[in-house]
């Protein structure tokens, strides 16, 4: 599965290479902390990616981005359950969120829920990620030939 990530790492790693300091000061505004946030991706701090997220939805409880951001370092922790709470609750936040589907439905393969995971896979292709395709074919096909 971690071959999935793939093209949402480059994504980070754009978003990482800003020349941005992963120091916080306090003074940060939401934007300022998304990019302190990416930054910690992008160089697999993982953990210090959830405290700056969760610093982020503390701010704004409605911040979707930050709760599937910490849903991602989550995942990287090899914390699948916790990434896939995170994830249902952007998805509350943001019903269309494609991305995330994609991603809950990676973290579910990962506890082998195949079913959810083409579940999901399904919506976000429903829902225009193209790039799920992919993981439904590859995952899911022969579910798809029996409907």
């Not at 160089?43 to 709760?67: C, H, L, R, S």
């Not at 269309?96 to 995971?117: P, T």
């Not at 399904?122 to 439904?136: P, R, T, W």
Request: hydrophobic letters at 35%; a negative charge; one cysteine or more.
């Amino acid at each position: 599965m971690k071959k999935l990530l793939f093209p949402l790492m480059i994504l980070l790693i754009a978003l990482g290479s800003c020349t941005t300091s992963s120091q916080l000061t306090g003074n940060e505004d939401e934007y300022e902390l998304l990019k302190k946030g990416y930054n910690r991706i992008s160089v697999k701090d993982y953990k210090g990616g959830i405290q700056i997220f969760t610093k982020v939805t503390e701010m704004n409880p409605d911040n979707a981005e930050a709760v599937a951001y910490r849903g991602l370092c989550k995942y990287h922790l090899k914390d699948f359950e916790g990434a896939i709470r995170d994830y249902n609750k952007a998805l509350e936040m943001q019903p269309g969120y494609a991305e995330v589907y994609d991603l809950r439905g990676i973290a579910k393969g990962e506890l082998g829920d195949k079913e959810g995971a083409c579940a999901d896979w399904k919506k976000a292709f429903e829902l225009g990620l193209k790039g799920a395709f992919d993981l439904i074919k590859e995952f899911c096909w022969d579910e798809q030939i029996e409907n």
